[in-house]
Nanobody
């Protein structure tokens, strides 16, 4: 079984930064693509970013491109999301997931429990 645990969420003012982490255990982390998704109240879960299992390829949603950076450390079985210049519309619960290198949530088999990010204006 694969276990994913997010951390690093919190309350930040607009323009601020946060770094999310996702610790993975239970299976070989390095051979799976990883992704970040988010879900705001009353909205569907949406794709934020994904990174290939080698870490040599990444994609971003247009809404976060240029502000967010995804990375991974396969030696530490950890995924990261550096979020800069945060906006109130970035407020959501952020989830990490392990699976295929796609935009679709249905292609990710394993999910964390989520971490809340709140950006005040």
């Amino acid at each position: 079984q694969v276990r994913l645990v997010e951390s690093g969420g919190g309350l930040v003012q607009a323009g601020g930064s946060l770094r999310l982490s996702c610790a993975v255990s239970g299976r070989t982390f390095s051979v799976q693509a990883m992704g970040w998704f988010r879900q705001a109240p009353g909205k569907e879960r949406e794709f934020v970013s994904a990174i290939s299992w080698r870490g040599d390829s990444s994609v971003y949603a247009d809404s976060v491109k240029g502000r967010f950076t995804i990375s991974r450390d396969n030696a530490k079985d950890t995924l990261y999301l550096q979020m800069n210049n945060l906006k109130p519309e970035d407020t959501a619960v952020y989830y990490c997931a392990a699976g295929l290198y796609t935009y679709s949530p249905s292609s990710y088999r394993y999910w964390g429990q989520g971490t809340q990010v709140t950006v005040s204006s």
